[in-house]
Nanobody, 121 residues
């Protein structure tokens, strides 16, 4: 089995910072791609940031310059450093991974359970 476990959400004031973590565990052969999505009440889930196995990153325009996505050396944990937070960043943040299980199998998508981020004005 593969699990993605997020941590680091919480309540913060406007302008504050939070750091989210997502640890992938289980029988993993290789993680090709990891990302963070978020979903605010009444809105569709949207891509916030992504990072490839080679370290290439991509950000939604709304978070560019404020959020930074990274992965650890082993490649199984990703982080989202969120600075200068705004009330509109309030959402449930989900970890996403595109990976192959071990023994090597087809690529599959896995999601974390989500972590709440609330930014008060």
């Amino acid at each position: 089995q593969v699990q993605l476990v997020e941590s680091g959400g919480g309540l913060v004031q406007t302008g504050g910072s939070l750091r989210l973590s997502c640890a992938a565990s289980g029988s993993i052969f290789m993680i090709n791609f990891m990302a963070w999505y978020r979903q605010a009440p009444g809105k569709q889930r949207e891509l916030v940031a992504s990072i490839t196995s080679g370290g290439s990153t991509n950000y939604a325009d709304s978070v560019k310059g404020r959020f930074t996505i990274s992965r650890d050396n082993a490649g199984n944990t990703e982080y989202l450093q969120m600075n200068s937070l705004k009330p509109e960043d309030t959402a449930v943040y989900y970890c996403y991974a595109l990976l192959k299980r071990s023994p090597p199998a087809a690529l599959n998508v896995y999601w974390g359970q989500g972590t709440q981020v609330t930014v008060s004005s």
